[in-house]
């Protein structure tokens, strides 16, 4: 039974006349449209449409810019009451000398204020701690090398 059908008559070449049928295609610059070739392709062309595209090399990475929000006397009071909810403070340490300095001194920043993360604040804490035993330290011995002048005399 012969069957005019191309789709039998390309399964056909494919079995049994395949790499007589790529040399061929090859030397005339046909493309091969056997099955198993054009199921290859037809999903080397699927999985390229469904690969996403990538912008990496057209993106740049853009500085972040610090948002600065103007002062005003009640975003500020808004502010300080937050600061105070959120971290527990009795009301008392607004009047605290050491908190009013604090503010003076931030109030006189021209770009906002740069706050240190955990590992600043505590380094410096030590560093101050550090300095303040070094002053103890001279104050002691000038005191104690004090005392014992004064017990010659």
């Known amino acids: 039974v012969i069957v005019a059908e191309a789709t039998t008559c390309r399964r056909h070449i ?3 006349h395949k790499v007589k049928y790529l040399s061929w295609a090859a030397m005339n ?9 054009m199921k290859c392709r037809n999903a080397e062309a699927k999985a390229g449409a469904e690969a996403q ?10 500085p972040i810019k610090e948002c600065i929000v103007p002062y005003t006397d009640p975003v500020f ?6 600061w105070l909810v959120s971290t527990d403070q009795p009301i008392q340490a607004l009047e605290h000398p ?3 300095n604090m503010m003076n001194i931030s109030a006189h920043a021209k ?3 740069k706050i240190p993360n955990r590992k600043q604040t ?3 804490i030590v560093n101050m701690f550090k300095a303040q035993l070094s002053k103890l330290h001279n104050h002691l011995n000038v005191c104690i ?6 017990d010659f005399i």
């Open 53 to 62: 595209l990538t912008l990496d090399s057209y993106l740049q990475q853009q």
């Open 29 to 37: 610059g046909f493309m091969s449209m056997l099955p198993g070739d």
């Open 77 to 82: 009071c808004k502010a300080m009451i937050e």
């Open 122 to 124: 505590q380094q410096e």
């Open 111 to 113: 770009d906002g204020v």
């Open 145 to 150: 090398l004090y005392m014992e002048f004064t």
């Open 14 to 16: 494919e079995a049994n």
């Open 98 to 100: 050491a908190f009013q």
